[in-house]
């Protein structure tokens, strides 16, 4: 068990809260939520570190609850959106709460005894309202002028935000007060954000309930993480192709693994206090070693290993780290010649189509039509890299543009096509 507050201070994910909660949480085993929009039927990395809040809160004793928002996603949070949120249907939504909370369990513990983690669905009570009995239950409680103070709408009046996104607040403030009542939640949780809607909850709690401002008995609280960015001050979370998920079938753990060792060194310090469980003492003695060889990434590393293993299990974090280092071998044809299936399953293969490989006539084919584009945006380009000396087969060089594609294929099926020193393609043909 450990301070929660003070494990957060340290690890740089503690951006705001309201005072008094330090108090509560060393007075009694506490319960907190954080809820997560079922819009998709993955979590991807940009949840990871409202997750992560979850994990070292039960670790410290407590119990978390995660809240998937079978009903708030119908409607969708204006927070950080410029534009309305298209519908999604109830079918697609439950669809999305079964995958969401397989891979919460991932992370916390269902079967620990009183400070179990919880996944609960706040269309289970909202389901039963209606229209007017909503207004009654908790429209009174908060006034327009109160609700357009809020960052969340103020940066959309410009553009316009609709009635049913304006409501999102109180909603989210109604799960808050729903929780508190029913399950002895005392703290929401969530990305800096989610400050304003997360005080809906709280002022909503203090009115329904008549307890004063300043009232520290049965209080609720709200806690805040900073939204995690590069150094640059862009957002952390994205790859090339978008979102990186927790759903192996829409991010390959290799390339998940990949993402994590790619990190750049000024980011990789915040990256491994948020999402790894490595502590104070192990993170220090790692940068030390980091700072003398860099270029060993062992920083980059340890990140990759301990979020891949907890995402995708040890034995396929196992294979990903055989693969990655398969794919930069020099020996990299013997390794593939010798490879296992449940190995060859991670490597990044690119299957080139019988279609697109009737049009090649040459090397330089192969590798922009006949690949779509992947290892070289043009023929012009192909052509340039082949004469360069950048273009390996098997790890030959290659020099002519005009070279014809017979080269033996390592297990009569796989290529092994290197363009430069970092990139390196498996080209499949079946």
Excluded at 166 to 172: G, I, R, T
Excluded at 398 to 419: A, E, Q, R, V, W
């Amino acid at each position: 068990m450990t301070n929660f507050i003070e494990e957060l201070r340290w690890r740089g994910m503690l951006h705001d809260m309201i005072p008094g909660l330090e108090d509560q949480l060393a007075k009694e085993m506490t319960v907190a939520y954080i809820g997560f929009d079922p819009t998709a039927p993955s979590l991807h990395i940009g949840n990871l570190a409202a997750i992560m809040l979850l994990k070292h809160f039960q670790l410290s004793g407590h119990k978390p609850i995660a809240l998937v928002g079978g009903a708030t996603g119908m409607i969708g949070d204006p927070s950080g959106k410029s534009a309305e949120r298209d519908f999604l249907s109830e079918d697609t939504l439950r669809e999305n709460q079964v995958g969401i909370q397989a891979q919460l369990e991932k992370f916390l513990e269902f079967h620990s005894g009183a400070n179990s983690a919880e996944v609960v669905n706040n269309y289970d009570w909202f389901k039963e309202f209606s229209f007017l009995g909503f207004l009654r239950e908790a429209g009174k409680f908060l006034t327009v002028n109160y609700m357009m103070s809020k960052d969340s709408v103020k940066k959309r009046l410009e553009t316009g935000i609709s009635f049913t996104e304006f409501s999102y607040q109180l909603l989210q403030g109604y799960d808050f007060y729903h929780l508190y009542k029913h399950k002895n939640v005392r703290l929401q949780m969530g990305g800096s954000d989610q400050w304003g809607n997360i005080t809906t909850g709280t002022e909503i709690i203090r009115r329904k309930e008549g307890h004063d401002e300043d009232a520290t008995e049965r209080a609720a609280f709200a806690l805040t993480t900073p939204l995690v960015t590069k150094a640059d001050g862009t957002k952390f979370g994205k790859s090339e192709s978008g979102n990186v998920w927790l759903d192996a079938s829409k991010t390959s753990p290799f390339a998940f693994y990949q993402f994590w060792l790619n990190a750049a060194d000024a980011d990789v310090p915040r990256l491994i206090r948020v999402f790894t469980l490595y502590t104070k003492d192990q993170i220090e003695e790692m940068e030390l070693a980091h700072a003398e060889a860099p270029h060993l990434r062992i920083l980059q590393k340890a990140v990759a290993e301990e979020v891949t293993t907890r995402v995708h299990g040890a034995d396929i974090c196992a294979l990903v780290i055989e693969a990655s280092a398969l794919l930069f071998s020099k020996d990299a044809v013997e390794l593939l010649s010798n490879a296992s299936d449940a190995l060859i399953a991670q490597l990044p293969v690119y299957e080139v189509s019988a279609t697109l490989l009737a049009e090649c006539q040459n090397l330089t084919d192969l590798i922009s039509i006949g690949t779509e584009n992947l290892i070289c945006s043009s023929k012009g380009e192909a052509r340039k890299a082949i004469q360069g000396n950048a273009i390996s087969v098997n790890k030959v060089k290659i020099t002519d543009p005009t070279s014809p594609l017979h080269f033996d294929k390592i297990k009569g099926s796989f290529l092994l096509i290197g363009n430069g020193k970092q990139k390196n393609y498996i080209l499949s043909f079946k």
